[in-house]
């Protein structure tokens, strides 16, 4: 075999060896891209908003959406049947990790997971009375991440600020949604402490709504809506009733207030979800979920509708305008 022939080998052995290296090491790159599923109630601005702050969360966090971690995002609209086939998917997939958008999110994740996976809660109001974890500073299993709990103090105190001669409170959450009722019930012994006449009303489904809210306008001086998903949902027709008849509703997040509610001092939802974000990234490098605290999100930010304002013939407090103008947001 003459040395041309020989040289010919060698850089073909050697070009081989290279080409086998390169795709052994592309693909074990590729096998290290974890998996991060996403599981949303329904679409609304509040939940979307979270779910955007999540993906901005795991970027910090190092984790690019189709670089360094791979996002399945699944949306159930709201229908249980999903929720579960959505959640088995994930946990069939062996999803490294995943990320439930409001309580039955979360609920159908941790059911699925089976204790395995680490489950990472995004703005869930109660993960106690939720079933989710153990207790809030020591999780005790695969489930940790942040609750959105609202502000029901600085919520109640605005709703005394802007109409000071209410005396009948209406509060309206889903029966079916825990978070909303935990907050509907905690504000409810809020403003019977602070001498309102309080009226609870429920609604089994967005299609309650126009009817509920009928009912309510003409018993009630002002609304509370709370923190719940099916309430959001069908927030333009709730003020579609109330506004005709000049009752104010004072909901929990900013999202309702732009959908027609009045005014409210709301946690930021994208910051909520990318805090969120943050934790999953964490666990991701290995932080143990069983010992790591569920973080509590509960500043909030003033957010008026001056539009709604103007409909109902209510003048907003100078300090509340301004502190919507220095701090919050302004609705037109």
Excluded: C, W
């Amino acid at each position: 075999m003459n040395k041309r022939l020989m040289s010919v080998i060698s850089i073909i052995v050697i070009f081989l060896a290279i080409a086998f290296v390169t795709t052994n090491r592309t693909q074990k790159n590729k096998q290290q891209v974890p998996t991060v599923g996403i599981l949303q109630l329904v679409t609304h601005p509040a939940l979307d908003q979270i779910n955007k702050g999540v993906v901005a969360g795991l970027k910090s966090e190092g984790f690019v959406n189709g670089k360094t971690v791979k996002i399945d995002y699944q949306n159930a609209q709201a229908d249980q049947s999903n929720l579960k086939t959505m959640a088995e998917k994930f946990a069939n997939e062996n999803a490294d990790i995943t990320v439930g958008i409001a309580t039955p999110a979360a609920q159908s994740l941790a059911k699925s997971a089976n204790g395995q996976n680490p489950v990472i809660l995004a703005g869930i109001t109660d993960p106690v009375g939720g079933g989710l974890v153990k207790s809030n500073n020591r999780p005790g299993g695969n489930i940790t991440g942040t609750s959105g709990e609202s502000p029901l103090a600085s919520h109640l105190n605005l709703i005394k600020r802007v109409v000071p001669n209410a005396k009948k409170l209406g509060i309206i959450y889903t029966s079916s949604d825990h978070g909303g009722e935990y907050n509907a019930k905690k504000m409810q012994a809020l403003a019977q402490k602070a001498g309102y006449d309080v009226h609870m009303y429920t609604i089994s489904t967005t299609n309650d709504m126009q009817q509920i809210a009928e009912t309510m306008a003409n018993q009630v001086d002002a609304v509370y809506a709370p923190q719940d998903n099916g309430v959001a949902s069908a927030m333009k027709t709730l003020v579609g009733v109330t506004n005709k008849e000049k009752v104010p509703v004072f909901p929990a997040v900013n999202t309702m207030v732009k959908d027609g509610g009045l005014a409210t001092v709301s946690v930021n939802q994208f910051e909520l979800g990318k805090a969120s974000g943050i934790m999953a990234g964490r666990v991701l490098k290995g932080k143990n979920p069983a010992t790591y605290p569920i973080k509590f999100i509960t500043k909030g930010d003033m957010t008026i509708n001056t539009s709604t304002a103007k409909t109902l013939g209510i003048t907003l407090p100078d300090d509340i305008v301004r502190e919507a103008e220095n701090k919050g947001e302004i609705y037109k």
